[in-house]
């Protein structure tokens, strides 16, 4: 008994590490193989990958890049993409801070409610605001303009925008701002000055979950804008692949511009970007 | 959650001054009123109309909803949308409290891995869709290439071209998506376990898959559950994915509620915004039903807090 119970664990424990391990080297595999592909192709002209999808990127052509960006309007979707995005997202962290912080900090009527209808929000499905959406911006002159993208991108992002900022706000201790309006502070000057600059943490995180978030936003964006020079570049990449549907070393190479920014942040923030991300889902 | 008591007994707080309430709510609440209450209303009064361009809307009762009980693609919408909800989420959890115990284990890179198994989320569902069409591709794409590698090519087919597969590969799609963001909360759930419930365990001369199964899973079942009703919510809202590879295709084997919707509403010239807007009621009503259901069905299995 003795005997057993000591060599069968080894052995087992061997066993299960090598399968551990192996099915972690093929989930990684599986997970981050198809950017590697689309990364090579990128690099690789038409011709060169009809020979052999799979190859490496040598010789790597660069000059794709700069083809894609000033032959294929890319340079215009990229620079509405960043336009719309970050006004968008400074709007909501002004707008989403001040009421997380009304929230956060003030008691009042129906404040229950009032975030209950706000929150509850983020389990509509889009199709129930879509047309009403779209016939509202015809009425207003909004229609096929930036400015009602990102007015739309506010509305769509701004639940979860208040819901991350109140969590956080509300840890900030009272006594900060009793002291502050003791020395003389104004409510706005206390919000401005005191709740933004402590909550710096949270901001961030909301900033970087909503520029991401919007980045990569398709649906609006397909509903709302028709004209080519406003496209975002999620609409770019797709028309680009209805024109050339036969060019998949360009494709990929307008892909790999759609998502270097987003990796870019994700390099440098991704603790903070993950956290934002899953804010709704940790309890 | 806010939750507080109304200030009711106090008119004039000092504290609480109602005019700056007002004033720091304002800006949000028009965002709110104007851009998603009114269109939801919009929607609501929509679906009972007919709603023509530069004719004013005619009432005309239920007749669009009458009208959807003989739509057989609405149906098949229908029945693709509550597939795709009821899969993924129990595919997506199961692999990601895999995935979550690889970590646990404490393996070498488990920092590493887990940045690395998030990343499939934070790309846009149109990159996504491009790259998934290539991948699914009949002639050279990865899958079949790989089986056609281990002898497998009889296997090898259209993969979002053929009516009895394409759902499914889009499911897995969205699995391989979002596996890494449920892998990562549940991976949190689970270092805050407290250890000392573990150890017992440990002392108790419990085996690995007991202790899975018996001590953690029970755990950490709220996140599960949480992590399920979430995935639910963004399957039954599923669009781009569906619009970049196959639009409905083949046969609207994909055909989703959301790309119903919008076909119905943008794409089909006829005009008419009412009859898309009743799915869109419809479907409103279904989604809510299923969260509060699911909602319901978890909380009275283990008397959860939300």
Redesign the interface.
């Known amino acids: 008994m003795s005997a057993r119970t000591i060599a069968v664990p080894v052995s087992g424990a061997g066993l299960r590490m090598a399968a ?2 192996l ?2 080297v093929v ?2 595999l ?6 590697v ?2 990364a090579a192709m990128s690099l690789r002209t038409t011709t060169e990958i009809a020979a052999n ?2 190859g490496m990127p040598w010789p790597a052509h660069f000059e794709k890049f700069a083809s894609a960006w000033f032959d294929s309007n890319y340079d215009t979707y990229f620079l509405n993409s960043v336009t719309i995005v970050l006004s968008a997202v400074a709007l909501l962290t ?3 801070g ?2 997380a ?4 900090r ?7 409610a ?2 209950f ?3 509850s ?16 911006m015809v009425d207003y002159g909004l229609y096929n303009t930036r400015v009602g993208l990102v ?2 991108y ?2 769509i992002q ?1 639940p979860i925008t ?1 819901y991350i900022l ?1 969590a956080f706000f ?1 840890r900030i201790p009272k006594d900060l701002f009793e002291a502050a309006r003791i020395d003389g502070y104004s ?2 000057s206390i ?1 401005w000055r005191i709740s933004l600059p402590v909550a710096m943490p949270a901001i961030a995180t909301t900033v970087i979950l909503n520029t ?1 978030l919007l ?5 609006y964006a ?2 709302l804008i028709t004209e080519d020079d406003k496209r975002t570049l ?1 609409l770019g ?2 028309r680009f ?1 209805g024109d050339q549907l036969e060019d ?1 070393g360009m ?1 990929a190479t307008g ?1 790999m511009i ?2 270097v920014p ?1 990796v870019l942040i ?1 390099v440098f923030f ?1 603790e903070r ?2 956290q934002g ?2 804010a ?4 | 959650m806010a939750s507080h008591p109304a200030n009711t007994g106090q008119d004039r707080d000092h504290a609480n001054p109602p005019g700056v309430i007002a004033a720091f709510l304002f800006p949000a609440l028009l965002v709110y009123a104007a851009l998603t209450a009114l269109p939801v209303l919009r929607t609501f009064y929509n679906s009972t109309h007919l709603v023509v361009p530069n004719r004013p809307s005619e009432w005309i009762g239920f007749t669009h909803y009458a009208k959807l009980w003989t739509d057989a693609i609405f149906w098949k919408a229908i029945w693709n949308t509550l597939t795709w909800a009821a899969v993924a989420p129990v595919l997506e959890v199961a692999v990601a409290t895999l995935l979550a115990l690889c970590l646990y284990a404490k393996v070498p890179f488990s920092r590493f891995l887990r940045v690395a198994w998030f990343t499939p989320v934070l790309m846009s569902y149109v990159v996504v869709g491009i790259l998934w069409m290539w991948i699914y591709n009949y002639e050279w794409g990865a899958l079949n290439t790989m089986l056609r590698a281990v002898g497998l090519g009889s296997l090898a087919q259209p993969w979002l071209g053929h009516p009895d597969t394409a759902l499914a590969s889009l499911i897995a799609v969205t699995t391989w998506m979002w596996t890494g963001f449920n892998m990562v909360v549940i991976l949190a759930a689970m270092s805050s376990l407290p250890s000392e419930v573990l150890e017992a365990a440990e002392l108790d001369n419990c085996g690995w898959l007991a202790k899975l199964w018996y001590v953690i899973l029970p755990l950490i079942r709220p996140t599960l559950l949480n992590l399920i009703v979430l995935s639910f919510i963004g399957k039954m809202k599923i669009f781009d994915l569906v619009w970049v590879t196959t639009q409905g295709n083949p046969l609207w084997a994909t055909e989703t509620v959301s790309t119903y919707v919008y076909k119905r509403a943008f794409q089909w010239s006829t005009f008419d915004l009412g009859y898309p807007s009743a799915i869109a009621v419809i479907w409103f009503f279904i989604v809510l039903a299923g969260v509060l259901g699911l909602t319901a069905l978890f909380r009275q299995q283990d008397k959860l807090e939300y």
């Open positions: 551990l391990l099915l972690i989930y990684t599986y997970s981050t193989g198809p950017f592909w689309v999808p799979y002004i707008i989403g001040m009421a912080h009304c929230f956060a003030y008691r009042f009527r129906f404040k229950s009032l975030y209808l706000i929150f929000t983020i389990i509509f499905p889009p199709q129930v605001t879509v047309i009403g959406l779209f016939q509202i007015l739309v506010v509305s701004l208040i109140e509300a409510e706005w919000f991401i980045w990569n936003e398709f649906l397909v509903v999620p990449v797709l692949l998949v494709i892909l759609a998502i987003v994700y991704s970007l993950i991300m899953t709704g889902a940790v309890k």
